[in-house]
């Protein structure tokens, strides 16, 4: 038996003692006694007796080891031309003074800081700084329009907001100031203070009394220690889109956190003390939060924090500019970063001009479903393992990978490999699934190997999952626990193999993924149906060659309404602009005659992605008039450009 085999089968049969050997790695300020609390399910707590500080184990602790002079971030930024090392010690000494500031300004144990900033030193450090007092941040990514920001910030009630007056893309700068004014505006809640970071590209106005500039609170602020929380405490939210318009906060704590990042960067990701690690998604993201900053650093590696593109700052070598002149052994992005790369450089002339042979020994991709094509491609330029994991922002770390830390396994090409410790995933039949999940879910019917289903994971998740979501414990069972009994619902399709390997199809629900950023069609179709010239509508995602998916609309303009069909399909794509935010791609909405339905009037979304998918679906005995979709055909014909 490999170690692989050997260390998931124990993570199963025995997760407490896996776990309590996996906490070993973590300096505790009270060690865990009880390592999981399983006495009120579906609600399952790793280590509540254990007591931490999450800033003190990502960066106090090697200072105190005697690395404190090893680099612990990498800013390289070719939007603006800086690059710039902290140490260790350097990180300690800005995030503490961070943390005291924070502090005069009412921060404590509890409250929440919602963070918009773009890829700057600041924003790791003002994400360590609220771990350092026990606050909890909530990151938005700055792609998301004031009223995506307005809505996470009434839901998390912060008692400030860190940002910046401006981001930076390749071809514009992006206004942050303005937009988080707007968000204040329109929030119901919105908090007392913010703390902008005045940026030399574009600088803005401040708020007397409530607006305070990063130069003048941080650096002379004096320095806060570490507060000891509960490793059941909040470290952070983050939102998502669910199947409705109403962003998910996904929680995370600290203790099974610090755990299950320790561990995944050893054995998942094989990054350890003084290596470098170059993860080149937002730290809006998921990936971002675990794997450009936290990970690294509770590991005492360097991390590199890239603010610019894969192509465009300047051209398709940027990556491997960044790996062979920051050493990195590591890359971990999405595919979608290696198609726009692709696109550009087929042939690897970029590529050719650095070595980056020298250091890198892998490429993770994860955010979307990596295409064989894309896979192959990358595996042939570059010569080193390339790694698919499946995860999702609820689970903070992969579902599924090749743990290379731990044991290379063989490649499949379309598949994430297997399941990591702690992870029972089964491929259940939807078929026995509620009709509308309730109080009574459904007992779980396994499905044999090659056989489609509903990828499920048995309970209880293990540390650094979601424990729930932020002030809605029954949103968190309504949405994840209650299709099927004693199991999380992934939301995702797939099957399993004969050797136990993972293939994830797409997601069963109305979530959709644009070049790596997760987007409900729920909240899409909510921002059209607004529209006053609007009767009816459905939003899907159709397969893009380079964004992997990109949303398209269909309306119905309401009877007796006169408006030119162009003209509503501009407004439409500019109001999905203005209220979710460019993030969306909303290019392209078709006005239609009518929408196909089922006889008890559900509209027919999965039959219309498939048509634009190139597919030919069996059409739904339940249809209430085929004609309607047959005259949708020419319309949902897939773009041949994609
Ligand atoms: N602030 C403001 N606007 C932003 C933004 C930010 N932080 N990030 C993206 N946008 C804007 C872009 O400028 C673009 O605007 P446009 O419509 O005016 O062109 C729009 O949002 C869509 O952005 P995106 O989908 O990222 O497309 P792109 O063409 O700019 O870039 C990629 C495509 C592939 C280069 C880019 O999506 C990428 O690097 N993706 C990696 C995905 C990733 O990090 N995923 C996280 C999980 S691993
Ligand atoms: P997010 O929460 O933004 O990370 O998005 C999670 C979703 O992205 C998952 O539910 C999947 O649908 C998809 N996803 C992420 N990684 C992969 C992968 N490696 N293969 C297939 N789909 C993936």
Redesign the pocket.
């Known amino acids: 038996m490999g170690d692989y085999q050997r260390i998931y089968e124990q993570s199963i049969a025995r997760p407490e003692e896996f776990w309590a050997e996996a906490a070993r790695a973590i300096d505790w300020a009270r060690p865990p006694e009880q390592i999981l609390d399983a006495s009120r399910p579906p609600f399952y707590r790793w280590f509540p007796d254990a007591e931490l500080n999450t800033c003190f184990n990502a960066v106090d602790r090697h200072v105190a080891n005697g690395r404190g002079d090893a680099v612990a971030v990498v800013y390289d930024s070719p939007v603006t031309g800086a690059l710039r090392r902290y140490t260790y010690r350097e990180l300690r000494d800005e995030v503490a003074r961070a943390a005291g500031a924070f502090a005069a300004l009412g921060v404590g144990r509890g409250d929440r800081v919602i963070v918009y900033l ?1 890829m700057i030193p600041e924003a790791v450090i003002t994400m360590l700084a609220c771990a350092r007092l026990g606050a909890v941040h909530s990151v938005v ?3 998301f329009a004031p009223s995506e920001l307005a809505a996470r910030i009434d839901d998390a009630r912060p008692t400030l907001v860190v940002s910046a007056s401006c ?1 930076i ?1 390749p071809t514009r700068l ?1 206004p942050y100031k303005p937009m988080l004014d707007e968000a204040l505006r329109l929030a119901a809640h919105p908090p007392a203070r913010c703390v902008i970071v005045q940026r030399e590209q574009q600088r803005c106005d401040l708020v007397a009394g409530r607006d305070h500039d990063w130069a003048d609170v941080v650096p002379g602020a004096a320095p806060a220690d570490p507060v000891t929380v509960a490793a059941t405490d909040p470290l952070y939210i983050l939102y998502t889109s669910g199947t409705t318009g109403r962003p998910k906060g996904i929680v995370r704590d600290n203790g099974g956190h610090a755990v299950a990042m320790t561990w995944s960067m050893a054995n998942v990701y094989d990054v350890g003390p003084g290596e470098t690690m170059f993860t ?3 730290i ?2 998921a ?2 939060h675990s794997y450009t900053v936290y990970g690294p650093l509770l590991v005492g590696a360097t991390s590199v924090l890239y603010e610019g ?3 465009g700052t300047p051209d398709a070598g940027a990556f491997w500019r960044v790996v062979a002149e920051h050493g990195a052994k590591v890359v971990f ?2 595919p ?2 290696i198609r ?1 790369i692709k696109k550009e450089d087929s042939a690897g002339t970029h590529l050719a001009k650095y070595d980056v042979g020298a250091s890198l020994r892998a490429l993770y991709l ?2 979307e479903r990596l295409d064989p094509a894309t896979y192959e491609w990358a595996t042939s330029m570059l010569g080193v393992p390339v790694v698919d994991n499946w995860w999702q922002t609820e689970t903070g770390w992969p579902i599924a990978a090749n743990p290379l830390g731990l044991e290379r396994l063989p490649v499949k090409a379309g598949s994430p490999s297997v399941p990591m410790p702690g992870y029972d995933v089964r491929v259940l039949d939807p078929a026995q699934a509620p009709a509308d999940p309730g109080p009574t879910p459904a007992a779980g019917v396994e499905l044999p190997a090659h056989t489609e289903g509903a990828i499920a994971i048995r309970l209880p998740l293990p540390p650094g999952t979601l424990p729930t979501l932020w002030g809605d414990d029954d949103r968190y069972v309504s949405s994840y626990l209650s299709t099927f009994d004693g199991y999380y619902l992934t939301g995702d399709g797939g099957y399993v193999d004969e050797d136990g390997y993972l293939y994830v199809l797409g997601r069963t629900d109305d979530v959709i993924n ?4 997760r987007l409900s069609t729920g909240q899409l179709e909510a921002v059209l149906a607004a529209h006053p010239a609007v009767a009816e509508c459905a939003v899907v995602g159709v397969a893009d060659s380079f ?1 992997g998916q990109v949303p398209r609309g269909l309306v119905v303009v309401k009877s007796g309404m006169d408006i030119d069909p162009a003209v509503l399909a501009g407004e439409l794509v500019a109001r999905v602009r203005a209220e979710i ?3 969306a ?1 909303f290019k392209r909405v078709d006005v239609v005659a009518a929408l196909p339905k089922t006889r008890s009037g559900k509209i027919l979304r999965r039959t219309m992605r498939e048509i634009a998918d190139g597919r030919s679906p069996a059409i739904p005995s339940t249809i209430e008039d085929p004609a309607v979709l047959d005259a949708l055909r020419p319309v949902l014909a897939p773009d041949p450009a994609t």
Request: aromatic share 6%; hydrophobic share 40%; net charge neutral.
């Open positions: 773009p990514f700055g792609g981001g893309e992006v080149a998604s937002d809006g993201w990936v971002g593109k894969p192509v992005t999405a979608t970063a726009a994860a955010g644009v070049a790596g950023h964004k935010g460019p993030v791609s």
